[in-house]
């Protein structure tokens, strides 16, 4: 007989393609697989066993992340021994995370609690006295650790392995001994971490939190995100604005979803972090220019480009068109780049424009 060239899920045919995972074959055919400590940026690890599935002439259930499919395989997802495992593993990871979810998200979301409440649980297990040990003396400014939450999934591990290629956190110890730590357990500003955040993007119970935005005290839920572009570089990476509009203020930055943006959710420590100036008291929020006393004084947009205007024609008429030099910020959009060379070669007939970026 031929060789199927299908996947069967629950009695879906999918078609067959060497090398996937029964979780990315299931994607292809909208089919929902639960997952805590996947990402499609990392080697599966099967740690969580949130998506153990039934696989046809397998005795045990297997995870669905790290399994590979084959042609002819039959997997079931929806049956009462795999909603069991959920609800099970489910009640284990909540054992030994904070089962109250007002608590547990005080700044990040729970891909825990969010399961518990699509898919149940099986009962009200006694909350585990994890031996787990933090880093409370570690002293950098962004990435807090709070290992009362942790569930030793190693997400945050394989990304800083992987993604950002710099392994400066890494699972140490033994059983329930088990956490996230750094090399003779030092700070992450003396270890070889870019502080990007990743591994707070990526943790699925906010064991790894921010510090700014956990100080700030409103939880992720509470604040609207507003898309827009980071304008620190540019490569355009695409970033939520965290917004807390009753204070009318930028609490955090979060990445969008992996695969959505030209950035595939990751980010660097300017474009995460490095928002605070956004409410700094000495950022300039009118126009300024300098009147006859010396001094600046506040102006309307229209009294500041005439200005300019009269400024920029003023040298050109005195010492020639090739005098003026135009340079525009990597900050700026595309579009808004565009503009300056055009208005530096059109308007003011010189090529003398470059751009921060080019250097």
Known sequence: MPESKFVIIDGNEVDYRAGETVLQAARRAEIEIPTLCHDDRVTPAGACRICLVEVEGQGLMQPACHFQSSPGMVVRTDTPRVARNRQFITSIHLAD?????????????????ELAERYGTAGDWTAVDSPRQGRPHDDNPFVEFRPDRCIACSLCTRYCDEVEAVSAITLAHRGAFTTIST???????????????GCIDVCPTGAMTEKQALAYGKPERELEKVRTTCNFCGVGCQIDLNVDRSANRVVKVTSPPPGTTVNDGNLCVKGRFANDFIEHPDRLDTPLVRGKDGQLHPASWDDALDRVVEGLQGVAERHGDDSLCFISSSRCTVEENYLMQKMARAAFRTHNVHQCAAT
Do not use: Y
Request: glycine letters at 6%; one cysteine or more.
């Open 97 to 113: 995370t904070i089962a109250d979810r007002e608590i547990a998200e005080d700044n990040n979301p729970s891909q825990v609690h």
């Open 183 to 197: 090399a003779d357990g030092r700070a992450l500003t003396n270890t070889t971490c870019e502080l990007c955040g």
